[in-house]
């Protein structure tokens, strides 16, 4: 049993939130800090367990830990542990903003963490600090050297473009020169709660692009477990560049990914008009059955694309209310 829809595209990729609580405040995604609408109680262990169970018998071999913070859980190697277990899962990802990495990024890969990315928004701690409100620019770069030294297999730097802000390609290139870690620029997503922020500083990824072509990268091909990135390589560099760029064309015909958010509803798409409650279904293993059916039905109404560049966002407030 495969997980494919109407359009023949086949999800091996599962991103699971496991909590919407962050203690950044970036400007795109949660400028005032995490303010709970609601009380929320996100998913338990054993519940996250069944879901990991269900995916991975459907063919998903790549889960990503997502928020919010994910590593604020204090549960959180408990859960690594969990989804390590499976055989099936040949990647074990999270993305984090890096604030509890340093001391714990050991105790993550002895649970089964291979692959990691790390939010840095700015190599200059004046615009890191003026971008996510805190003043951890050094202790990131330091997360980024000790992931490094323990042999995360995988690691990544995620950073949102902005327009006269971050977007100077210079500034990274020379970091990376030397450095075995993936660069993503993520072009600036609008949602219910940012369109004040996107108009502002939204920029297209395609100008990164154009230079990268101009200086001798070459465009490398996508692996089956790849998320969306375009990557780019150079003879010349240890490192590589990353470009995921949701407003350029056909972007969605390769999608490869569902989300679980953290109370437990299966979102189709990050910019979806709807979700589907699997959290009555996570009670026990012997649900699974039904679990299954749910989710391939779900599969059906899954649209072809998403509806950004008319704006039409969906039900997603923020970007940690599902992870990204």
Same mark, same amino acid.
């Given at each position: 049993?495969?997980?494919?829809?109407?359009y023949?595209?086949?999800?091996?990729?599962?991103?699971?939130s496991?909590t919407?609580?962050?203690?950044f405040q970036?400007?795109?995604?949660?400028?005032n800090?995490?303010r709970?609408?609601?009380?929320?109680?996100?998913?338990s262990?054993n519940? #996250?367990?069944?879901?990991?169970?269900?995916?991975t018998?459907?063919g998903?071999?790549?889960?990503r830990l997502?928020?919010?913070?994910?590593?604020?859980r204090r549960?959180?190697v408990?859960i690594?542990?969990?989804?390590?277990s499976y055989s099936?899962?040949k990647?074990?990802?999270?993305?984090?903003?890096g604030s509890?990495l340093?001391k714990?990024?050991?105790h993550?890969q002895?649970a089964?963490?291979?692959?990691?990315n790390i939010s840095?928004d700015?190599?200059s701690?004046?615009?890191?600090k003026?971008?996510?409100g805190q003043d951890?620019l050094?202790e990131l770069?330091?997360c980024?050297?000790?992931?490094l030294?323990?042999?995360?297999?995988k690691?990544?730097?995620n950073?949102?473009?902005?327009?006269n802000?971050?977007?100077?390609?210079?500034?990274?290139l020379?970091? #990376?020169?030397?450095?075995p870690?993936e660069l993503?620029?993520?072009?600036?997503?609008?949602?219910g709660?940012?369109?004040?922020v996107f108009?502002?500083?939204h920029?297209?990824g395609?100008?990164?692009?154009?230079?990268?072509?101009?200086?001798g990268?070459?465009l490398?091909?996508k692996m089956?477990?790849?998320?969306?990135?375009?990557v780019y390589?150079?003879?010349d560099y240890?490192?590589?560049i990353g470009? #995921?760029?949701?407003?350029?064309?056909?972007?969605c015909?390769?999608c490869?990914?569902?989300?679980?958010?953290?109370?437990?509803k299966?979102?189709y798409c990050l910019f979806?008009?709807?979700a589907?409650?699997?959290r009555?279904l996570?009670?026990?293993p012997?649900?699974?059955?039904q679990?299954?059916?749910?989710i391939?039905?779900?599969?059906?109404?899954?649209?072809?694309k998403?509806?950004?560049?008319?704006h039409?966002?969906?039900?997603?407030p923020n970007?940690?209310?599902?992870?990204g």
């Open positions: 049993m495969q997980l494919v829809d109407n023949q595209r086949r999800f091996q990729y599962l991103r699971l496991i919407e609580l962050c203690n970036c400007q795109y995604c949660l400028p800090g995490y709970p609408n609601k009380t929320h109680t996100f998913l262990l519940e #996250i367990d069944n879901v990991v169970s269900t995916f018998e459907l998903v071999h790549k889960i997502t928020g919010g913070e994910p590593t604020l549960d959180f408990d690594l542990s969990i989804i390590s099936r899962v990647e074990l990802a999270i993305t984090t903003n509890r340093l714990n990024i050991a993550w002895q089964g963490l291979n692959a990691i840095i700015s190599l701690p004046h615009l890191f003026l971008i996510t951890k050094k770069m330091q980024v050297e000790r992931s030294e323990v042999g995360i297999k690691v990544k730097i950073t949102v473009l902005m327009k802000m971050n977007d100077n390609l210079d500034d990274y020379l970091w #990376i020169k030397h450095r870690v993503r620029f993520i072009e600036l997503m609008e949602t709660d940012s369109n004040d108009k502002r500083y920029t297209a395609s100008i990164i692009e154009s230079q990268l072509i101009a200086q990268w070459q490398q091909p089956p477990l790849s998320g969306p990135a375009k390589v150079h003879n240890q490192g590589k470009l #995921i760029m949701p407003y350029s064309k056909d972007f015909k390769s490869n990914r569902l989300r679980v958010s953290s109370v437990g299966l979102h979806g008009d709807a589907v409650d699997l009555d996570l009670v026990s012997e649900q699974k059955t679990l299954k059916t749910r391939f039905a779900s599969l059906m109404i899954k649209p072809e998403h509806l950004l560049h008319e039409h966002v969906g039900i997603t970007l940690s209310y599902i992870g």
